[in-house]
């Protein structure tokens, strides 16, 4: 009985640090190349995705050929706010491994090549 409520008491406090910072939601990202996007990030087969739902370029929205597409994905959850994943530049129409780190309303995205020894990051805000 001690072992079954201590397994249950670890499996609660397990979920709740995954669901500490939750990766889901709408966030803006940060400019790269001129532009910006807003991305609305949902759960997708077991993980979560990322979809560019708006950019904008010089301070006004713009008709973005992104728009629609996935820069996000595949991202689950590792605990304590952290995902793991794929992320897509579109600047280089690249795929990149990529990690997650979620605080509040802010979360750094980067993408990662060469079994994670060169990466390139960025701060995303969330807005809801």
Same mark, same amino acid.
């Given at each position: ?6 397994? @249950?008491?670890? !499996?609660?406090? %397990?979920?709740?640090?995954? @669901?500490?910072?939750?990766?889901? /939601?709408? =966030? ?6 001129? %532009? ?17 739902? &708006?950019?904008?370029?010089? $301070?006004?929205?713009? !008709? ?16 304590? $706010? ?8 579109? %600047? ?5 491994? $990529? ?14 090549? %060469? /079994? $994670?020894?060169?990466? &390139?990051?960025?701060? =995303?805000?969330?807005? &809801?």
């Amino acid at each position: 009985m001690k072992t079954l409520a201590l397994a @249950a008491a670890f !499996a609660l406090s %397990a979920s709740a640090a995954m @669901a500490a910072d939750p990766i889901e /939601g709408i =966030w803006q990202t940060q400019a790269d190349e001129g %532009a910006l996007a807003i991305v609305s990030i949902a759960p997708c087969g077991g993980a979560f995705c990322g979809t560019i739902v &708006k950019t904008y370029k010089a $301070g006004a929205e713009y !008709a973005s050929p992104n728009v629609g597409k996935q820069i996000v994905r595949s991202m689950k959850a590792t605990g304590g $706010g952290n995902y793991e994943g794929q992320v897509w530049r579109p %600047a280089n129409d690249k795929v990149y491994n $990529g990690k997650a780190t979620v605080g509040g309303t802010s979360m750094k995205l980067s993408g990662c090549v %060469a /079994g $994670g020894l060169i990466c &390139k990051a960025q701060t =995303w805000t969330k807005l &809801k």
